[in-house]
């Protein structure tokens, strides 16, 4: 349900909205709990089924992107230039994180109305190591994945679900990310829960970057959760899922 922050957002289309939906609605899926919330008084079932993804299209990729393959640290950032990303909390967790690490490079990978104010910070901060490769095309983009070591997130709010942490734990990749709603809700009670830090607390996230920068091992550890737990969300199991609960609205209404 994509829509529901902005119907919320404007209370009339919200109530007219749902004077049309009560007629309509046999049911509601959403990706999360809180894309539930507008449709609670709602008569019918109502059931999360989280987004799925191609597992294999990121699990198998081997090609690396050969520019960034000299055996530096990347860090890898994936997502829309704007404010909710969060992006300029990460180039603040960088820059800590270059002046103790000589051998780190932050990749980025997205494009947007703050790029250009991004990439003015960066040099203004004197950031050597970091790399705006803008829109890269659905065919390349697992090669990023690929050769990353660390994948960050560092969306403040908005996030509803989380299919970006799902394609870098795909390709098997840890993942460190600022705690919002959505991200919190997807790694609730799951070894990856321990690499969310307070939204906005850049310092908090060069912390926890630089634990996985300083132990391979515990890369490898979560890299290899992050693979198992991805299979939970392919998309065959996701669409068995939807079938079975269009089954039950249809066994409901007849």
Same mark, same amino acid.
């Given at each position: *349900? ?14 007219? /909205? ?37 597992? &294999? ?11 960034? $393959?000299?055996?530096?640290? $990347? ?6 230039? &704007? ?10 967790? /960088? ?7 000589? $051998? ?9 109305? +703050? ?80 690499? +969310? ?23 490898? &550890? ?29 066994? *409901?209404?007849?």
């Amino acid at each position: *349900i994509k829509g529901s922050r902005f119907l919320r957002t404007f209370p009339v289309l919200l109530y007219i /909205f749902n004077k049309i939906m009560e007629r309509q609605i046999d049911g509601a899926i959403g990706v999360a709990p809180l894309n539930l919330e507008i449709f609670k008084d709602y008569p019918g079932p109502k059931v999360v089924i989280p987004n799925g993804i191609d597992i &294999e299209r990121f699990s198998q990729s081997s090609t690396k992107v050969e520019k960034f $393959n000299d055996g530096k640290l $990347n860090l890898l950032f994936v997502g829309r230039l &704007e404010k909710r990303k969060g992006l300029i909390y990460l180039l603040k967790s /960088f820059q800590i994180l270059s002046e103790k690490y000589g $051998n780190l490079r932050l990749i980025i990978v997205g494009q947007g109305k +703050l790029k250009k104010n991004c990439q003015n910070w960066a040099e203004k901060n004197n950031l050597k190591e970091v790399y705006f490769e803008g829109q890269v095309t659905d065919n390349k983009l697992p090669s990023y994945f690929a050769g990353a070591d660390i994948f960050v997130s560092p969306a403040t709010f908005g996030e509803s679900f989380g299919v970006v942490l799902l394609e870098a734990m795909a390709a098997g990749l840890p993942a460190v990310a600022f705690a919002n709603d959505g991200y919190k809700n997807f790694l609730a009670g799951k070894k990856g829960q321990d690499f +969310l830090v307070p939204p906005k607390d850049y310092q908090a996230l060069a912390e926890k970057i630089e634990t996985l920068i300083q132990s391979q091992s515990l890369r490898k &550890e979560m890299g290899e959760w992050g693979k198992v737990e991805a299979k939970k969300y392919a998309w065959p199991k996701i669409a068995d899922q939807v079938l079975a609960f269009y089954q039950l609205c249809q066994k *409901i209404k007849h």
